[in-house]
């Protein structure tokens, strides 16, 4: 079992930046693969970036350039950097803990964490 809790969220005007910030405990958290997603109101969840357990990223096309998706496995943590905030990224942030192995495939999210670019 992975235990997974955000922070970091809050409000923000636009142009503006954010760190998220995920922290595991419950397992050993370097063999998964990490993710950040987001869902807005009324709209269905979203990849937003993920980090592999090599290290490999990987950016949904509308944050390439603004996200940046770190993994620290001494801390069991995974951060997301976002710049140059857009109203548009407004939305809950939920971290991901995926893993595929010979008994099965995992996947573990946490509470989630507001983002909110206002004005």
């Known amino acids: 079992q992975v235990q997974l809790v955000e922070s970091g969220g809050g409000l923000v005007q636009p142009g503006g930046s954010l760190r998220l910030s995920c922290a595991a405990s419950?397992?050993?958290?370097?063999?998964?693969?990490m993710g950040w997603y987001r869902q807005a109101p009324g709209k269905q969840r979203e990849l937003v970036a993920t980090?592999?357990?090599?290290?490999?990223?990987n950016y949904a096309d509308s944050v390439k350039g603004r996200y940046t998706i770190i993994r620290d496995n001494g801390k069991n943590t995974v951060t997301l950097q976002i710049d140059s905030l857009k109203p548009e990224d407004t939305a809950v942030y939920y971290c991901?803990?995926?893993?595929?192995?010979?008994?099965?495939?995992?996947?573990?999210w946490g509470q989630g964490t507001q983002v909110t670019v206002s004005s």
């Open positions: 991901n803990a995926h893993r595929i192995s010979i008994t099965g495939t995992r996947d573990y």
């Open positions: 980090i592999t357990s090599g290290g490999s990223t």
């Open positions: 419950g397992t050993i958290f370097s063999p998964y693969d």
